[in-house]
Each structure stands twice: as structure tokens, then as C-alpha cells.
């Protein structure tokens, strides 16, 4: 369950690397290794006016169009040219949640796939359980009915659980993987604060009994998901409006039957003891990875559980977004998007 705030500015952007890496437009150090790791640190002016923004990728503009697949009719939305790539979002987002800024960049470069997932949007909500493997399972065949033989696959908090389980169950048509505020699950996941759990369960048990939310529930909740950095470079982004008290108001297209069904479906991969993870599999797969987090994630997806991933998995990626928390995505955009383009284009789409 996530709540982002779109608020674009630059900072002080710290990236630590697991292998080379060379990103267009960064000041690039080269200052020796730490062991594995290599430093790299990209500064740019804070005031400066983010000038892709009023040639971005207006996703409204582009018509939706839904398909069968298995047991739902999936929206989705396709642009842009070349190898492609499909987006997976986090909990309670559809395509509509994607920032316009990272749309342009990827699709400069690819053909970007986004949809609405089982439940949300305009996608309905089909007879299967909700679970990882149902998911996974509604991306490929997708995949299948577009006749996308295989693509790079990117996935963002929940959406990055549902990226590992395409990965694994389906490695064929998987060319790459980018997981965003991500963790393997299993006995190795690093859980949330029993506090940030407690309250993400109470906010789901209000919403499906229609009792309203408070307003201290509601900023705990906008705050968590920024981080301590970004609210202190921007206060205003905090503020959530009094008069917002469920979920079905920062998120329409979902419903609270959904809001608990992927609360759960979660809660399965972080919580399972009986289960190694996913690293373990994905680290024999070998697919080019690349981990992104912010330093600041410590309650949505402790940022603990990235360095894992790219502790396990040979040769990952790991990018480190200082000032960010879990809503990194959409706090960086264009930044989030030159780091995709840039690894993917270093690693080899079709590899």
C-alpha cells in the first residue's frame, strides 16, 4: 500500500554500484573499491527547473485498451520504440501511478508496456486467488497476447515481488530484470517496524469496514512512504488534506476488497519462514539485474533487503538514492529513468 507524492527537484544522488557503471549527464568519481563495491556520486543544482516536464510522456493522452487474458480483461496502455520493457506498480497504483518524466526517458529508448493489475483501475478482478504466482502469471500472459516473446521487466514495491516470480517461473521471457524498493522474501526478508505493520493493517481494516481514517494515521502513512530526507528538503510534501480520510480517495482505482488482497498477497512473500527467498533462484537464472532504493526506506521496504538482493544475486546492480525513501520513483524520475536506460543498454537488452 503505498502513498507518493509527485514533487520533482534534484539533489545530492549517492550510487553505489556493482559492477561499472556510467551514467550521461552525472559527474562520474572513480575513487578505488570497497571490497565488491564501486562509489559513484552525481551532484546537480537543487533549484534547477526539471525541463522534461512539460514534454513528458502524457499518459492520459494515449487511449486505453483492454485484452483477455486468462480469467480478466487487462487495461493497458503501450508507447515508444524499440526493445521492450513492462512496468509493474506497487500496491494500490496502476499504469496512471507512473511519473510522466520516467515514461519519456524510458520510452526514448524502448517500447514501455504498463497496465492496471488484477483489481485495479480498469482491470477487473477475475475468480483466481491473489497471490504472487497469479500475478506472475497475469504479466506473461500478456506478455503472450501482445505477442511480446520476451522484454525487460521492471517492478516497483509489490510490483518488484510480482517481477521475481515472472523471473523465476518464467525465465524465458525475462531479458532484465529492475527491482525498486524490493526484498527476496523468505527467511532472509528484513520486516518492516511492528509499528508501520500494525498501522498499514489498521488502515486496510478501516477501509474495509468504511470507517474513516484519521488524519495522523493518514500523514504517518504520506511520511513514511517520502522519508525523512525529502520531508525535510520539502515540508510541504507532508501534508496530506484533512478532508481525505479513506483510501478510496488517494487511490480510486482501488477498491478495499483489493487494498486486503495484496496486503496479504505481500505479507506471503515477506513473512514466509518456510522459504528461502527468491535470491537463491534468481542468482542461478543469472538475468542482468539492477536494484534500486532509497537511503531513507526504512518502513514501506527497509532498504536493508536491497543490499541483499544485490549481495546474492552475481553481478547486480545496486543504486542507492540518497534523500528518498520508498517513494524514490516518483521523487526522482528522470533519475530512476537515465539509471534503467543506462543499465540496460550496458548490459545488453536482448542478452
Aim: charged share 15%; proline share 7%; glycine share 8%.
Amino acid at each position: 500500500m503505498s502513498s507518493t507524492r509527485l514533487v520533482r527537484n534534484y539533489h545530492l544522488v549517492l550510487i553505489t554500484v556493482i559492477s561499472s557503471l556510467v551514467i550521461a549527464g552525472f559527474s562520474i568519481s572513480n575513487y578505488g573499491y570497497f571490497g565488491f563495491t564501486k562509489v559513484v556520486y552525481g551532484l546537480s543544482d537543487p533549484n534547477q527547473v526539471n525541463s522534461n516536464t512539460t514534454n513528458s510522456v502524457n499518459i492520459q493522452d494515449i487511449p486505453v485498451k483492454k485484452i483477455h487474458v486468462g480469467d480478466i480483461d487487462v487495461a493497458y496502455k503501450t508507447f515508444g520504440k524499440s526493445d521492450p520493457i513492462l512496468l509493474i506498480p506497487g500496491a494500490s497504483d496502476g499504469m496512471s501511478a507512473w511519473d510522466p518524466s520516467l515514461l519519456k526517458t524510458l520510452s526514448s529508448n524502448h517500447t514501455v508496456i504498463v497496465f492496471d493489475p488484477r483489481g485495479i483501475g480498469n482491470t477487473t478482478i477475475g475468480s483466481k486467488p491473489y497471490t504472487p504466482s497469479t500475478l506472475a502469471n497475469d504479466t506473461t500472459g500478456l506478455m503472450d497476447v501482445l505477442k511480446i516473446p520476451k522484454a525487460g521487466i521492471m517492478g516497483y514495491s509489490l510490483g518488484s515481488y510480482i517481477a521475481q516470480q515472472v523471473t523465476m517461473m518464467h525465465p524465458d521471457k525475462v531479458n532484465s530484470l529492475v527491482l525498486i524498493g524490493s526484498s527476496c522474501g523468505g527467511k532472509d526478508h528484513t520486516p518492516k517496524p511492528p509499528e508501520f505493520i500494525k498501522l498499514q493493517s489498521d488502515i486496510v481494516n478501516q477501509s474495509l469496514n468504511h470507517i474513516p481514517i484519521s488524519h495522523e494515521e493518514m500523514q504517518a502513512l504520506n511520511v513514511a512512504s517520502l522519508g525523512q530526507g525529502w520531508v525535510r528538503l520539502h515540508p510541504e510534501s507532508s501534508n496530506i488534506p484533512e478532508n481525505i480520510t479513506t483510501l478510496q480517495q488517494l487511490k480510486p482505482g482501488l477498491p478495499p476488497e483489493v487494498a486486503n488482497d495484496q496486503n496479504i498477497a505481500g505479507k506471503y512473500w515477506e513473512d514466509n519462514p518456510t522459504w528461502s527467498g527468491a535470491c537463491g533462484v534468481l542468482a542461478k537464472l543469472d538475468k542482468p539485474t539492477l536494484v534500486i532504493t532509497g537511503t531513507d526506506d526504512i518502513f514501506y521496504q527497509p532498504y536493508v533487503n536491497s543490499l541483499k538482493i544485490a549481495e546474492k544475486i552475481p553481478g547486480a546492480w545496486l543504486v542507492q538514492i540518497k534523500n528518498a525513501g520508498h517513494a524514490v520513483v516518483n521523487q526522482y524520475p528522470v533519475e530512476v529513468g537515465k539509471i534503467m536506460n543506462t543499465f540496460l543498454s550496458t548490459t545488453g537488452q536482448n542478452s
